[in-house]
Structure formats: C-alpha cells, structure tokens
C-alpha cells in the first residue's frame, strides 16, 4: 500500500491513494521519551525514542549507540528493546503508521531468541504536543516478557501533505492573496470615480496616466526651398534652459489676422480712393512748385552782372 519512492525517506510514507505519514518531528536529541507502563509492572522505567537512538546511555547492552529504546532496571542491567529503524509501515488492521524495533537484548526465558517491539501511532488531533507512548501489551507476561507492544496518541500521526505540496501551496495561496488585492483595490478605485467622482469613460479605471513635463517642446519641421519638410536644428546645449526673451516667436497667432490685414489694405475700400485722389493732388502741387523754381534760376542766369573793378560786364 505504500509507494516505494517514498520508502527510503526517513519517518515518512505515502500510500497509493496520497495519503502522507511524517513522523520526524518526533525525533528529539534533547531527550527520550517515558512510557507510560502501568502499575503492574513495578518501579520499571521504559525509554523510548522515534526514527533514531537514545539519547540517555543503556548499561550493560550490547550495541548501545543503535538502540531505539530500553527498560531500566531489569536484571543486571538495563535491557533492550531493539534497534531503531527509521523504516514506517503500515498496521494492517488500523490501518495506522508504526515503528518495528528488532534485535533487542536476548530474551530471559530463551537465549536464542531477541527482544523486539511495535510502536503504533494513532491519530488524535486533541494532543497537541508531540503525546505519550503508553505500553498495551508484554508477551509472554511477567518477567520473562520479551516482545512489547506500544499505542502513541499524538497529532503528528494523522495524515497531512509531503512538504513539496506545502511549499507548492504556500506558493499558490501568496499568489492568490496578491491577486485578489490587486483585484480589490482596482474594483474599488474604480466603483470610487464611478459614483463619487462621477467620472465616465476610461477615466473611471485607476490606470496610470504619463504626462508631458512642462516646458518640453518638440521640434517642429521647417519647409526647405524644395518644399520637403526638414526638422529644425537646434545648436545650444541640451541642458541649457532656452532663453524666454525670444521675441514673439511663440505667440499664438489669430487665425483671422490676415483677413483682418487684407481687409485694412485693400484697394477695393472707397476710403483708399479718396486718399489716393489727395496724394495725386500733393503730386501736381510739387511738379508745378519745381517748374517755377527752375524758370525763376534760368531768368537770374541771363542778367547782367557789374564786377568790381571791370564795370558792366556780362559775366
């Protein structure tokens, strides 16, 4: 019932429907674990670890630094309850995870024989904290028990994902809480400039606008003498600010100025006709003042003029 390629992780199995056994949080180097044994068997102590050895030191056991768990006190020194095994099987009645511990200490009543033991781990979500194993049953009974089964009630032996499935699904539930803030905050922005605002159109949508610094102008095509546009040059140094005392280049211009101009000055107004009739009358007046200043010199010309010391002469 379990996949094989889960088999090798420590403390952990899958089964072939996906459900995931972790028991690694209940190996600790801090300390082993006190079962819980009853009244009937005495002033016996049972030490137990999960996926790993014991923490405290047996006495008087062979292969000390590979045993999974031991009693106290028994004998002439303590005595093993088998080797630990990181390998979880499956209770083929319950249905539940357990540990197989082997190759414990030999047995009291046949020395061909070693000790071993079953822990069964049974989900009880009411147990928060790691539990308790307590023992159920010793074969045979009394004190030449040598094969010893446990039940361990704790949360950490009910079914949960493989780590990967965690990592995927914190992955998957961040996402989606970024999204659904987005979405919130675009729903809201926009239901705001909707019936508040009372905007219309893509105004309403909190899209982000880009504007035009102030004081950027384009560059503006000139007209070269073959008629084809050519974009205006301009030789001062980019980051020099131009000069606002341009003159009035940059001055709107009227649209109706030229009609206005051409209405002013045209040859067709009665008032231009009269002006002209003045001007041409001035014309005459200075062609017949100069007539007369030429008649009056040409006359002085041909008088006689007296000399000092010659007498009446013609000069």
């Given at each position: 019932?379990?996949?094989?390629?889960?088999?090798?992780?420590?403390?952990?199995?899958?089964?072939?429907?996906?459900?995931?056994?972790?028991?690694?949080?209940?190996?600790?180097?801090?300390?082993?674990?006190?079962?819980?044994?009853?009244?009937?068997?005495?002033?016996?102590?049972?030490?137990?670890?999960?996926?790993?050895?014991?923490?405290?030191?047996?006495?008087?056991?062979?292969?000390?630094?590979?045993?999974?768990?031991?009693?106290?006190?028994?004998?002439?020194?303590?005595?093993?309850?088998?080797?630990?095994?990181?390998?979880?099987?499956?209770?083929?009645?319950?249905?539940?995870?357990?540990?197989?511990?082997?190759?414990?200490?030999?047995?009291?009543?046949?020395?061909?024989?070693?000790?071993?033991?079953?822990?069964?781990?049974?989900?009880?979500?009411?147990?928060?904290?790691?539990?308790?194993?307590?023992?159920?049953?010793?074969?045979?009974?009394?004190?030449?028990?040598c094969h010893f089964y446990f039940d361990w009630k704790t949360h950490v032996a009910c079914p949960t994902n493989r780590k990967t499935d965690l990592e995927s699904a914190h992955i998957w539930a961040f996402f989606g809480f970024v999204l659904v803030a987005i979405l919130t905050w675009f729903g809201g922005h926009t239901l705001y400039n909707r019936f508040y605002l009372k905007r219309r159109g893509l105004?309403?949508?909190?899209?982000?606008?880009?504007?035009?610094?102030?004081?950027?102008?384009?560059?503006?095509?000139?007209?070269?003498?073959?008629?084809?546009?050519?974009?205006?040059?301009?030789?001062?140094?980019?980051?020099?600010?131009?000069?606002?005392?341009?003159?009035?280049?940059?001055?709107?211009?009227?649209?109706?100025?030229?009609?206005?101009?051409?209405?002013?000055?045209?040859?067709?107004?009665?008032?231009?006709?009269?002006?002209?009739?003045?001007?041409?009358?001035?014309?005459?007046?200075?062609?017949?003042?100069?007539?007369?200043?030429?008649?009056?010199?040409?006359?002085?010309?041909?008088?006689?003029?007296?000399?000092?010391?010659?007498?009446?002469?013609?000069?």
């Amino acid at each position: 019932m379990a996949d094989d390629k889960q088999e090798d992780k420590p403390c952990t199995i899958t089964l072939k429907d996906g459900t995931f056994y972790d028991l690694t949080s209940l190996s600790t180097s801090k300390a082993d674990y006190e079962a819980d044994a009853g009244d009937a068997q005495g002033n016996l102590v049972y030490k137990l670890n999960v996926c790993r050895s014991v923490v405290s030191e047996p006495w008087n056991v062979e292969n000390a630094s590979a045993v999974g768990g031991f009693i106290n006190g028994r004998g002439h020194g303590d005595f093993s309850l088998g080797d630990f095994s990181t390998n979880l099987t499956i209770s083929p009645t319950t249905h539940e995870p357990m540990l197989m511990y082997e190759n414990g200490s030999k047995c009291p009543g046949n020395e061909n024989e070693r000790a071993s033991t079953v822990i069964r781990f049974v989900c009880s979500r009411s147990d928060f904290e790691a539990g308790k194993p307590r023992l159920v049953a010793a074969i045979p009974a009394g004190d030449n028990a040598c094969h010893f089964y446990f039940d361990w009630k704790t949360h950490v032996a009910c079914p949960t994902n493989r780590k990967t499935d965690l990592e995927s699904a914190h992955i998957w539930a961040f996402f989606g809480f970024v999204l659904v803030a987005i979405l919130t905050w675009f729903g809201g922005h926009t239901l705001y400039n909707r019936f508040y605002l009372k905007r219309r159109g893509l105004d309403i949508f909190p899209i982000p606008k880009c504007h035009r610094p102030a004081g950027v102008q384009l560059p503006q095509p000139i007209s070269s003498s073959d008629g084809s546009a050519q974009p205006r040059r301009s030789w001062a140094a980019p980051w020099k600010r131009r000069s606002q005392r341009a003159g009035y280049n940059h001055l709107r211009q009227d649209p109706n100025e030229d009609d206005h101009l051409a209405a002013r000055f045209s040859i067709d107004d009665d008032d231009d006709d009269d002006d002209a009739r003045v001007l041409g009358g001035e014309m005459e007046a200075w062609r017949r003042s100069g007539e007369e200043e030429a008649a009056r010199l040409s006359s002085a010309s041909d008088r006689e003029t007296v000399g000092v010391h010659q007498g009446l002469v013609r000069l």
